[in-house]
């Protein structure tokens, strides 16, 4: 079992949810189903531990969703999320709030990232904003562009300004006012290892936000995005923070203070209101006939953290123009490959965190996370030099076609290619995240408001949040756990802790 599904933290973390009751015997207070035990599901239970009898449901064996800590040559490594942003602080404050401290904590070793454009390494330029750039100067050191691309680009401060309501792709702002050539070198290879999506759809407000307020706000975007690194650039902290002992000890933390609250094996296959309470039908994955029956219980308030088109499915019944709205995000699915290689095939490798490979280049591989350079924890850990990989974009499902040992194989070559690695991984793993990535395409901002006006209207005690909504990195994920037990509260009528 990977770490994100058994207890990471001592002792008494783990008897923390192992003296409580079982949940039916718990009785007196409102009653809380939260379906889906990811970040966002079981953060928000432990919020309301306290204050609600919760139950939280999975399909899957497993809590975590994707944040998964696996073994690599003998350590932990994390194979899906590896860290989260330190300068939004929920996702910071969650993990000290149970029990994680300063040595559980570790920054980066190096921030320097590097593209591999025209079968070569170049640093991606300093000072941009999400790959949109503020100087040109910066942006011809790095070579990363041609000459008529990066002639393009230094004529955006002379372009009129363009007023056009609503929402944009990310192609269609950056590109209109930086030229192709930024979005397909520099922007779309930072968003592909974000959403694995097509900047020709994904919505700028969305996806790009410090992006889409300079556009609003300035004349020039380069202007607006200077003003904006202005504003930021007094913030020492680190950007990024992860846990020592792999991301999945928090999701293991957590669960251990919910204890029996979280049934996994257990998949939610009805959601019905019932006057001003719901019900929820449930069936165990168990090896009996008998205890695989279905059996419905009632809440006072439903919380859904689960995909869109497993929120889709629940609501088709409940309110079909909500279940459309969940139908119509669309989702890529990503594949991770952990590789360990001799730390002295290694030496060769330039130093940096990591490598983004545009689309345009036409390889398997979109970006590769260099763990030993970028996390000290990682530096040659038992004489092992580790990697992971990223591979599939939407509407490309080539990379995740192939069987894990031909996907290995393949990336394993290009990851040698790229950074000058002499022979080949000695332990190599891969692991498939099936429509894990949400596709924030334009006007998904809308949909959300439409979204929330709705259950607002007409479906008091339901909440919905999780990466299909509003964010897929852990950050926003415990933030939108803190808005959702905040909701609960408000509609339970309880005090706020």
């Known amino acids: 079992m990977s770490a994100a599904g058994k207890a990471e933290g001592p002792d008494q973390h783990a008897a923390a949810g192992a003296g409580h009751a079982p949940a039916e015997a718990r009785a007196g207070r409102p009653r809380v189903a939260v379906i889906g035990a990811g970040l966002t599901g079981l953060a928000t239970a432990y919020h309301l531990r306290d204050e609600a009898e919760v139950t939280v449901f999975d399909a899957a064996e497993r809590v975590g969703g994707q944040i998964l800590t696996s073994e690599l040559a003998g350590a932990p490594l994390d194979v899906g999320a590896d860290a989260f942003l330190a300068r939004q602080p929920e996702a910071e404050a969650l993990v000290r709030s149970v029990g994680f401290g300063d040595d559980d904590l570790v920054a980066p070793a190096t921030g320097r990232v590097h593209l591999w454009v025209g079968g070569r390494l170049r640093p991606l330029p300093d000072a941009t904003v999400l790959g949109a750039p503020t100087s040109l100067r910066a942006v011809a050191r790095s070579r990363a562009l041609g000459p008529a691309g990066l002639v393009r680009a230094a004529a955006e401060p002379l372009l009129p300004r363009r007023h056009v309501a609503g929402d944009r792709s990310v192609a269609d ?6 030229g192709r050539e930024v979005v397909q070198t520099l922007v779309e290879p930072l968003l592909g290892g974000v959403y694995a999506g097509d900047t020709e759809l994904l919505s700028a407000s969305a996806t790009v936000p410090p992006v889409w307020a300079a556009a609003r706000d300035h004349r020039s975007l380069t202007a607006g995005l200077r003003a904006h690194r202005a504003r930021t650039a007094g913030d020492a902290r680190p950007v990024f923070l992860t846990l020592r002992q792999g991301l999945g000890a928090l999701t293991g933390r957590l669960r251990d203070h919910l204890g029996d609250r979280v049934r996994t094996g ?39 953290t689960v995909p869109a088109v497993v929120a889709a499915d629940l609501l088709r019944t409940i309110d079909a123009e909500v279940a459309r709205e969940f139908a119509g995000i669309r989702t890529a699915s990503v594949g991770v490959i952990a590789l360990a290689y001799d730390p ?23 970006a590769v996370t260099v763990s030993s350079r970028k996390w000290p924890h990682h530096h040659d850990h038992d004489g092992s030099f580790r990697l992971r990989a990223s591979v599939g974009r939407v509407d490309d499902p080539a990379a995740l076609e192939l069987d894990d040992a031909t996907l290995a194989e393949r990336v394993d070559a290009e990851v040698r290619l790229a950074l000058r690695l002499r022979h080949p991984a000695k332990e190599r793993t891969v692991v498939r995240w099936p429509g894990a990535l949400p596709q924030y395409e334009v006007g998904h901002l809308a949909r ?50």
Not at 173 to 178: A, D, K, Q, S, W
Not at 283 to 302: C, I, N, Q, S, W
Not at 348 to 365: A, M, N
């Open 266 to 304: 257990t998949r939610v296959t009805g959601l019905a209101r019932v006057g001003s309470r719901w019900t929820l039908t449930t069936v165990a994955a168990a090896p009996t006939l008998a205890e695989g029956r279905p059996g419905t219980v009632t809440y006072d308030a439903v919380v859904l």
């Open 173 to 178: 702002l950056i590109g209109e006012r930086f």
């Open 448 to 497: 959300v408001d439409r979204i929330r006006y709705a259950l607002a209207e007409r479906l008091p005690g339901l909440q919905i949040g999780g990466a299909s909504l509003d964010g897929v990195g852990l950050a926003a994920r415990a933030r939108d756990a803190g808005r959702l037990a905040h909701e609960v509260r408000h509609h339970l009528g309880t005090s706020v802790r």
């Open 344 to 366: 002295a095939d290694a030496r060769s490798v330039p130093d940096g965190s990591g490598v983004l490979v545009p689309k345009s280049e036409g390889r398997l591989v979109k």
